[in-house]
């Protein structure tokens, strides 16, 4: 008997949480998305939170690396390559234009 007064008290319980959101009207709790305080390179938006901005840039980087010949595998050549990719990321993220190798 007390196991079924729980269970029904519990399930009007839940009932009433879970539509209590629907009466709220969403867009008090939207923020406003201002275009003028978000990074831009090359067009693209630089995303905010860090592991976001993190994949974009291991994902830029790849990019770069892909346009280029293979990653040497001699120490002064891998070194060149590598400040090459880097130059090319800090341009990319600086808004220029990325130049592509021959």
Known sequence: MIESILATT???????WK???LSFDTKVFEKPIS??????ANGLLIP????LR?????KLRYEIEASLPPR?????LLDHHQSIVDSQLEK???GLPIEAAD
């Open 10 to 16: 519990a399930l009007v319980a839940l009932f009433n």
């Open 19 to 21: 539509f209590s959101f």
């Open 35 to 40: 275009q003028e305080n978000k990074p831009e």
């Open 48 to 51: 905010e939170d860090s592991t």
């Open 54 to 58: 993190r994949h974009f840039i291991s």
């Open 72 to 76: 040497p595998l001699e120490k002064n």
């Open 92 to 94: 990319a993220l600086a």
